[in-house]
């Protein structure tokens, strides 16, 4: 059965770091794409990053371009996540898909966690 489950959430400074982590179940990520969207109160989801199962190939949102950065080991995919502003508080999900579909349809993917909660503020 197809699970994620994120992890890493908190509290943090601006200009601070956070690692989040997607625990992974029930896919083969050589296949499959895993993304990060993140929406906050209010607003509508945001895609913020993805990872191809191929070839490994990452891809961002122009609003985290340089500061978070996607990677994978084994079952697990991570967003680091750098240089912490305000307007990055949100409820992060990672999600999972044949394609990385994230960026252009945050809603398009078939497969997501519950979140975990992001909160950047002094």
């Known amino acids: 059965q197809e699970q994620l489950v994120e992890s890493g959430g908190g509290l943090v400074q601006p200009g601070g770091s956070l690692r989040l982590s997607c625990a992974t179940s029930g896919f083969t990520l050589d296949y499959y794409a895993v993304g990060w969207f993140r929406q906050a109160p209010g607003k509508e989801r945001e895609g913020v990053s993805c990872i191809r199962g191929r070839d490994g190939r990452t891809d961002y949102a122009d609003s985290v371009k340089g500061r978070f950065t996607i990677s994978r080991d084994k079952n697990t995919v991570y967003l680091q996540m750098n240089s912490l502003k305000p307007e990055d508080t949100a409820v992060y999900y990672c999600?999972?898909?044949?394609?990385?579909?994230?960026?252009?349809?945050?809603?398009?993917?078939?497969?997501w966690g519950k979140g975990t909660l992001v909160t950047v503020s002094s």
């Open positions: 999600a999972a898909d044949l394609l990385c579909t994230v960026l252009t349809d945050p809603y398009g993917m078939d497969y």
